[in-house]
């Protein structure tokens, strides 16, 4: 029997994890003019971010696009 394999490029990420990565690679400004809200633009955190992502589908589905589309092979 075969284990099964998603398909979902974001299974078995955290969206703590997903944010840590993004911030490393492009910075809290960048993060910030890509998705222009208030915790990537003044006194950012991971913890506030998350709070915010959190309770806001539309900025968390934004900051997944953002993460698929920088591990998209090139």
Not at 1 to 7: A, E, L
Not at 8 to 26: F, K, M, N, S, Y
Not at 50 to 71: C, D, H, M, S
Request: aromatic share 10%.
């Amino acid at each position: 029997m075969t284990p099964f394999k998603s398909n979902d490029p974001l299974h078995g990420l955290t969206l703590e994890r997903i944010l840590t990565e993004l911030v490393a690679e492009h910075g809290w400004r960048e993060l910030a003019e890509r998705v222009p809200i208030r915790c990537f633009m003044f006194d950012p955190s991971i913890k506030s971010s998350l709070i915010f992502l959190r309770k806001n589908p539309w900025a968390r589905t934004k900051i997944e696009q953002i993460y698929v589309a920088g591990k998209a092979p090139r």
